[in-house]
């Protein structure tokens, strides 16, 4: 079994800055790639940020310049840092990883349940 938890959401003003952070548990092998999505209100789950298992990765137009994901690969823990943040990042963000369990069995996906983001002054 894994789970993937969230945290670091919260309330901050145009402009500021939070790093969110998510940290795998459970029985893993090892984890390749990894991502961050989010949800706005009444809109659909939209890709945020990649890494690959290379430290490799690709971002949104939307948050290019503004956010960075990283990892800690000995602690099975994502991280993205979001600098700049504007209204529209307002969302519930979810982390997504593909981790497998054993050496011998294929990559399965898991998500986190998600956390919180506000962008308002």
């Known amino acids: 079994q894994v789970e993937l938890a969230e945290s670091g959401g919260g309330l901050v003003q145009p402009g500021g800055s939070l790093r969110l952070s998510c940290a795998a548990s459970g029985t893993i092998f090892s984890i390749t790639v990894m991502h961050w999505y989010r949800q706005a209100p009444g809109k659909e789950r939209e890709l945020v940020a990649t890494i690959s298992s290379g430290g490799s990765t690709v971002y949104a137009d939307s948050v290019k310049g503004r956010f960075t994901i990283s990892k800690d690969n000995a602690r099975n823990t994502l991280y993205l840092q979001m600098n700049s943040l504007k209204p529209e990042d307002t969302a519930v963000y979810y982390c997504?990883?593909?981790?497998?369990?054993?050496?011998?069995?294929?990559?399965?996906?898991?998500w986190g349940k998600g956390t919180l983001v506000t962008v308002s002054s």
């Open positions: 997504r990883a593909v981790v497998l369990t054993t050496p011998i069995t294929g990559g399965k996906y898991y």
